[in-house]
């Protein structure tokens, strides 16, 4: 009988804990002010980026200022889908993953093909960097841009057209 007690005891405690740490919460959520429907403008798709194939046009390196060019895009894709999960090609290869626009643009590389593509590849380098993006989306041109934790290496990429259908 002690025993039951108990437990209903630290059961109660631990609800009432949770319930505090609810409000607690709720009460540090940011309240932003509605704005009048005349004066706004459309709100931006968060998935603008979906259901494209991006072509990887470049890397620029801000430390150094020194930029590469990629000499066939179409060879490094990606393709964002409305689901969370990704898949594209790296030169000979091909990868999949998923990502996330949730404090901040995280990609997650999952199952990638290991072919050998040349010397003259960029396919390591480009699954490196796309492991490391923090930051991105359109970048108003039209085209899509992924940066690495503080910036230091910014990702162009093409609109390729509209993704096949999986």
Known sequence: ???????????????????????????????????????????AASNTIVDISWQW???????????????????????FRADGTLSGTADCNAYGGTYTQENG?????GPTTMAYCGEA????????????????????AGGLALENAGGEKRMSFLNGGAAPIP
């Open 105 to 109: 643009f995280i990609i997650t590389l």
């Open 57 to 79: 046009q470049s890397v620029t390196n801000r430390t150094d200022q020194t930029t590469t060019t990629v000499p066939n895009p179409e060879d490094y894709t990606i393709i």
């Open 1 to 43: 009988m002690k025993l039951n007690t108990h437990r209903h005891a630290r059961s109660l405690i631990l609800s009432a804990s949770l319930g505090m740490l609810v409000l607690v919460l709720a009460a540090c959520a940011p309240i932003s002010a509605p704005t009048p429907a005349s004066t706004s403008a459309p709100a």
């Open 121 to 140: 590849s960029l396919d390591q380098q480009y699954l490196q960097l796309l492991s490391e993006v923090v930051a991105g989306g359109p970048d108003g």
